[in-house]
């Protein structure tokens, strides 16, 4: 009997990313092994990271470029797909470079597919028709239509899972006034206040933080950031100032940016026009869903209308608000909005519904990444981040969060008191549910347990 394609050369592939505790290292870190499951056709690996500032995924492309395409290679095998394309913009000459010599000398069954330098280049949905030509339905995921999507550094975090090494470190990108922009290597439950020494500290004064990238990364104060840690997810952390364009917009309430909504948005449709998620031809209108939204009460009941409904189908990429709109108003949060109470009213837009024809300006609306990091008021620090050193560290303490991802948290397994070493199971993720492993990042102690736990050197 021939064995499964998932334990081919020895090894279960699949097995592996579920005991290593992957997620995907951006956005919201849905669970690797879960995603990796149905008829996948075509393996995609996102290497476009197209939020502007943020270099880590370009760090790993360059630098270990071999156990990229090696992992990508052994996941296609296990999951039967027929096609393996790594998807970056043309730009990115020396990444291009060092993955086209890997595969080369591994003889690897992977495509490179070069994009134009745009944002959100790396938006799922945008990035299957990029590859593809097919538009995932209003709704979908790359599945429905035989796509699976999984970010380099993933794949990277897989290389190692097949050697036997779970996740316990994570590359960012620290940037914006800290004194050496850098990509950084620190373990799992890292201070943010640790990273920033790292990349040589940030001026007096106060400041901003962002986790993530400048458009859709999660808005911090400064105590909040100094309190913060580093999680799976965590892509980047980016410090700006006080009176920076991202910190001004975070500073207008719900109800001053509603009562802006209603009273000054023009209708002039810009925010629609260069929606990537509209272009493709998914029923998404943020102006007609700013225009019914000024003439609803606040509390008037936002699930009863198709319009405002639509706003599940917006992906939050922010080009509606700080790269169309020419009254600086915020179609992104009032989408937001709307999406969390659509949530909370579990209402779901039908799969499918509404789907129209691309537009036939897509190409020429897609946005410029260079032009939405002027737009966003961080085009200074645009290119002092490079991606030929590296700065590690590890702290004497770490705390571990247990939501680190999509779905349930994982079960803790330690009790105070308790010595553990870098890499052994603290938390697992429970039977039949959808979550993750978690690991202990560094040797030591188990000071404390709850909704974190925190680990500490001895000595």
């Not at 879960?34 to 996102?46: M, S, T, W």
């Not at 071999?66 to 797909?81: D, E, L, M, N, R």
């Not at 980016?238 to 909504?261: F, G, N």
């Not at 509606?320 to 009032?334: D, H, I, K, S, Y």
Request: glycine share 8%; charged share 20%.
């Amino acid at each position: 009997m021939s064995r499964p394609a998932s334990e081919k050369n020895g090894v279960d592939v699949i097995s592996a990313i579920q005991r290593a505790g992957i997620v995907g290292c951006g956005g919201a870190g849905f669970p690797t092994h879960a995603k990796l499951k149905g008829d996948i056709h075509h393996l995609i690996l996102n290497g476009a990271e197209c939020e502007p500032l943020l270099r880590t995924d370009r760090y790993l492309m360059i630098h270990h470029a071999a156990q990229i395409v090696s992992a990508a290679t052994a996941v296609k095998q296990a999951v039967g797909a027929r096609q393996c394309t790594i998807a970056l913009k043309g730009s990115y000459q020396e990444e291009i470079s060092s993955l086209e010599q890997a595969i080369r000398e591994q003889g690897a069954p992977i495509l490179i597919h070069k994009m134009k330098s745009f944002y959100p280049a790396g938006d799922e949905q945008v990035i299957v028709a990029e590859v593809t030509q097919q538009v995932i339905p209003p709704a979908g995921i790359p599945l429905d239509v035989g796509c699976v999507v999984s970010n380099v550094g993933t794949m990277y975090n897989i290389a190692l899972a097949l050697e036997g090494k779970n996740v316990t470190h994570k590359y960012l990108t620290v940037s914006g006034m800290v004194k050496k922009p850098t990509v950084i290597c620190v373990p799992l439950g890292t201070s943010f206040a640790q990273c920033l020494e790292l990349a040589g500290g940030i001026p007096e004064g106060d400041w901003m933080a962002i986790a993530g990238g400048p458009m859709m990364g999660r808005r911090l104060t400064r105590d909040q950031a100094l309190e913060a840690s580093v999680i799976k997810t965590t892509s980047g952390i980016l410090i700006l100032p006080i009176d920076s364009l991202p910190a001004r917009k975070e500073q207008i309430t719900l109800l001053h940016m509603y009562q802006r909504a209603r009273s000054s948005c023009i209708q002039c449709r810009r925010c629609t026009d260069l929606c990537p998620r509209h272009l493709l031809g998914h029923p998404l209108e943020p102006h007609r869903i700013m225009r019914q939204m000024a003439t609803l009460e606040l509390d008037g009941n936002t699930t009863d209308s198709r319009i405002l409904k639509s706003a599940a189908l917006c992906c939050e990429c922010g080009i509606c608000e700080t790269f169309a709109c020419p009254m600086q108003l915020q179609p992104r949060r009032v989408n937001a909005m709307l999406k969390q109470e659509l949530a909370r009213e579990k209402v779901r837009w039908n799969k499918g519904e509404g789907q129209q024809e691309p537009s036939l300006w897509r190409e020429g609306r897609k946005a410029p990444t260079k032009r939405v990091a002027a737009r966003a008021g961080v085009l200074e620090y645009y290119d002092r981040c490079g991606t030929a050193g590296l700065m590690q560290e590890t702290p004497d303490q770490v705390t571990l969060p247990l939501r680190q991802h999509i779905g349930a948290p994982p079960t803790v397994l330690v009790t105070v008191g308790e010595q553990v070493s870098a890499g052994q199971l603290i938390a697992a993720a429970p039977e039949g549910a959808l979550s993750a492993n978690l690991h202990a990042s560094i040797d030591g102690v188990v000071v404390s347990v709850g909704d974190a736990i925190v680990i500490r050197k001895e000595g």
